[in-house]
């Protein structure tokens, strides 16, 4: 089995710079990272996390927390995270905070006792309070926060927003509705605002009944789109907060034997997998989720390295992602004379 000093001997290196290599790369110039890495590969060397861990008197985890595991939103951002934790002897710990009826003692049992070296928040509707405990690892907030007082990675979300709307607009619709997140919920409130902004810039009217409540889910997609069905004043366009949501009204639109987009407009926010493969596929709001999982977790490591909090908040621009599940209202009103 090799060891250090066959590495630093193959490397032309001391053994604590093969070390420090292993344990802090980024301290370490990038010609001899090259050469212990190398060496490593060549003798097959496999680190000890465990021992180093006890060395360094860390757990060596990092416990992410989200709010439902279900939501495949959640499966490129832990990849990110994983990505970066891995090579740095990290392992990841992913905890569902709806998964029992106090989630706010949950998140003080992560805090307590050594369990892990920090944490990644993903659910704003945590009590800050709850973050109250004495000695308590670093925690960073991602996609959603808590207030001010946390770092965070967030994309742009208000400005996502107004993306959609506009692109709606350009498209040629004067009514466009909004298919909300939960209420009270940071996302949802910022993405309102920037609907309602948006509106309010193109001069579009704001109408309260083309407001509906949703939670993120297929199923409250769906519900709205029964309400908006039963509506005879229902607006042209939908602009849905979560990509999930739009799926669930899409399916349900279809369902009922009306068209999407001739019947009507539907964008997303998020582009999850799945959105590519709808039929129509959906138009969205792409937030990068792989990068946000990386930035968070770096922001992470930094705090634990430096023994620091930084209260930083990193704004990830969003972009928007055209597809088939947006149209002219006027084409698609003639194409539907036409068929019939």
Known sequence: MATLQDIARLAGVSTATVSRTLSNPGLVAEATRAAVLAAVEQTGYQVNHAARNLRMQRAGSIIALVPNLANPFFSQILAGISSVLTPEGFGLLVADTQAGPDPDSRLRQYLRGGVADGLILFDGNLSLAALDVPDSPPVVAACEWLGDTLPSVRVENAHGAELAVRHLFDAGHRT????????????????????????????????????????????????????????????????????????????????????????????????IEVAAHMTPTLTTIRQPRTLIGERAANMLLKMIATKSINIETEIIPVELVERSSVANPAHASRALVTQN
């Open 176 to 271: 466009i509705g909004y298919l909300t997140g939960p209420k009270g919920n940071v996302l949802n409130v910022t993405r309102q605002e920037g609907y309602l902004a948006a509106l309010a810039t193109l001069g579009l009217p704001s109408n309260q009944a083309w407001i509906y409540e949703g939670d993120f889910s297929l199923d409250s997609g769906a519900m709205a789109a029964a309400r908006w069905i039963a509506d005879p004043m229902r607006p042209g366009a939908m602009f849905c907060a979560s990509d999930e949501m739009a799926c669930g009204f899409m399916g349900a639109i279809q369902r009922a034997g009306l068209h999407v987009p001739r019947d009507v407009s539907v964008i997303g926010f998020d582009n």
